[in-house]
């Protein structure tokens, strides 16, 4: 036979016998451990917050506790009936501007469910709680 460099072998190295490369498949081909199945939605519990006819609870004056430490003097600044400005409750809490502005979104508005006035005045804009007496 005339070998060509397709068939020609290079000194050193065999061909693996027909056995070992039929061994080598079957090892390939075993069986995939099988896939996990989520349960159906109905099967399962529902979690408290996803559960239906679940609604959340607002938060308002009487239910909710007054707040303490700067949050709590930034509520006191704002119960006062001239309000205050962010520059005022900055330099009592020692806050930056933003988070001054942040606190009264977030954490008075929303957790605390109390409503904040805004007016612009001659010093800046001056925040109060609404209700307190002007």
């Known amino acids: 036979m005339i070998q060509t460099p397709d068939t020609a072998q290079t000194p050193g ?4 016998p027909a056995d070992a490369k039929i061994a080598r498949k079957t090892r390939k081909a075993k069986a995939a451990p099988p896939k996990i199945v989520p ?3 109905a099967d399962r519990k ?3 917050s996803r559960a239906k006819g679940f609604v959340p609870e607002l938060a308002t004056e009487t239910n909710a506790k007054s707040p303490a430490g700067k949050l709590g003097v930034v509520a006191a600044m704002l119960h006062r009936p001239e309000g205050a400005t962010v520059a005022q409750m900055s330099e009592a809490t020692g806050w930056q501007a ?3 502005r942040g606190a009264i979104a977030g954490s008075l508005k929303k957790k605390h469910g109390l409503t904040i006035v805004t007016e612009a005045a001659e010093g800046g804009r001056v925040y109060r709680i609404a209700g307190a007496a002007a």
């Not at 190295?13 to 693996?16: L, R």
């Open 13 to 16: 190295t065999a061909q693996a």
């Open 39 to 41: 349960k159906p939605a």
């Open 46 to 48: 529902p979690r408290a």
């Open 98 to 100: 933003h988070s001054v």
